[in-house]
């Protein structure tokens, strides 16, 4: 089978496409012939090595296909079901082995591309609005790179849940997505000071939450942009990672919460993860939930995914179309 390998750790050009031996599952695993993979950050994060995974790696967190065959002792999915999954590495290739609760079914009118999309921004978005900071009506919140993938989920699940949603943006072109997203304010935090822009929009006071993915540039005026007993989200970094901080200044700050979530703690039981991608699923299926692929790729032009994504150029999602 065709795949993606990383032998070293480094730049997009250490991604190679390789043919290897198609794997065989084992007790509780299934086989998936893959038809579309996702491309996110975490991806980059392990090709460079920010992320350790042993040597080779094939690169890919989430993906979508048909279940060709399944190992001993599996009663979620049989062959033929067209599934979908997230945080199990490999979906850069043509097939993986994959934990059979790990996957959850296709709705019947929802295509391989946007299914395989879906799952790990989507549910990553439902975690942040539905349990980290569980937003109810009236909540005002802060959603940095609000035209990106994660971020345009969360703007929508925002509003579905009723808060008032600030966004931040790179450019005019990106402000224009995030409105459509359904940004009630937005903000252009190259050319404004969105901690500013914060207290004038909310008379002094301050959001209740920040969802901030991008990391080291926003950090710290993310805190300032809180309420009293606000609650940090920080669950990325887009502009590298945030340096160390001394726990006082959450005190100097007003009694902060800060955070650092990641999906797999928040998909810990099958009934967690099929709650999550069930809803994201279905919100898809029916249009409730917009998902927007901002670009598909050949799985051998995986490269210059990794180098759209990371030049900032991109404004929702990343596909590889797997032959
Ligand atoms: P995005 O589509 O949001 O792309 C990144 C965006 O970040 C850019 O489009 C850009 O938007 C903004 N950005 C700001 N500064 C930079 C910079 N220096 N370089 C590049 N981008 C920058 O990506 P994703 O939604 O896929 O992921 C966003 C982050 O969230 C990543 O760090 C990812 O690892 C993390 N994540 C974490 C999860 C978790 O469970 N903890 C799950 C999913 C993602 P603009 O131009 O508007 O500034």
């Known amino acids: 089978m065709k795949s993606i390998h990383v032998l070293e750790p480094g730049g997009p050009e250490k991604m190679q496409l390789v043919d290897a031996p198609t794997p065989q599952p084992g007790p509780k695993q299934v086989l998936v012939r893959l038809h579309a993979s996702g491309v996110n950050f975490i991806d980059v994060y392990f090709r460079m090595g920010l992320y350790k995974a042993d040597l080779p790696i094939t690169l890919g967190n989430e993906g979508a296909g048909v279940v060709e065959s399944v ?12 599934v979908a999954y997230a945080m199990a590495r490999g979906s850069y290739a043509q097939y993986a ?28 978005a439902h975690y942040l609005t539905h349990s980290t900071y569980a937003l109810k009506s009236g909540d005002t919140c802060l959603v940095h790179a609000a035209a990106g993938g994660a971020g345009g989920l969360i703007v929508q699940m925002a509003k579905m849940l009723g808060a008032r949603v600030f966004g931040t943006v790179s450019t005019e072109a990106k402000a224009q997505i995030a409105r459509a997203h359904g940004t009630d304010e937005t903000i252009l935090y190259t050319q404004q ?11 002094g006071r301050g959001v209740d939450v ?10 710290d005026k993310s805190l300032n942009s809180l309420r009293p007993r606000g609650v940090m989200v920080l669950f990325g970094q887009s502009s590298g990672p945030v340096p160390p901080l001394d726990p006082n200044i959450l005190n100097g700050r007003g009694s902060l919460f800060l955070t650092r979530p990641s999906l797999g703690h928040y998909v810990a039981t099958r009934e967690e993860l099929l709650w999550r991608a069930g809803d994201v699923l279905a919100w898809m299926e029916s249009g409730r939930l917009k998902l ?10 995986a490269a210059t995914a990794h180098r759209d ?15």
């Open 292 to 301: 927007r692929i901002d670009r598909t790729y050949a799985l051998e032009d």
């Open 193 to 203: 000071d969105f901690e500013a822009e914060v207290k004038r929009l909310t008379g």
């Open 210 to 219: 920040v969802y901030d993915s991008v990391g080291k540039t926003t950090f």
């Open 309 to 323: 994504l990371e030049s900032r150029r991109t404004s929702g999602k990343l596909v590889l179309t797997i032959p």
């Open 97 to 124: 082995v994959l934990p059979a609760a790990f996957l959850v079914k296709i709705p019947d009118h929802l295509d391989f591309t946007n299914a395989a999309a879906a799952m790990l921004q989507g549910m990553t």
């Open 71 to 82: 190992g001993s002792d599996v009663t979620e999915v049989a062959p033929g079901d067209r």
